[in-house]
């Protein structure tokens, strides 16, 4: 069994790395804890609404919806260019 003392030391590492901006996934990992009890730690603290926080979190989520899309726009872009070839060969 873990000392008390020992969790309220993490405890107070996850609230300080969480005002920090640190995401839940983050501090986890820091700490060496499952993701589930750095939520149940620090959830219910919002992330910092800074500038930079914001910057930072808009970045993630342009790389996470081009990776999600990159696919579906290379097979439209090949298929506009085929229609646009086809369509200028019937055209001349």
Do not use: F
């Amino acid at each position: 069994m873990t000392d008390p003392r020992d969790e309220d030391d993490l405890y107070a590492q996850a609230v300080r790395l969480r005002s920090q901006g640190c995401s839940v996934p983050v501090i986890a990992q820091r700490l060496g804890v499952a993701k589930s009890t750095a939520y149940r730690w620090i959830g219910h603290m919002p992330l910092p609404d800074d500038e930079e926080s914001r910057a930072r979190r808009r970045a993630h989520s342009k790389v996470m919806t081009d990776a999600q899309w990159a696919g579906h726009r290379a097979a439209r872009d090949a298929a506009r260019t085929d229609t646009v070839a086809a369509t200028a060969g019937w055209v001349k």
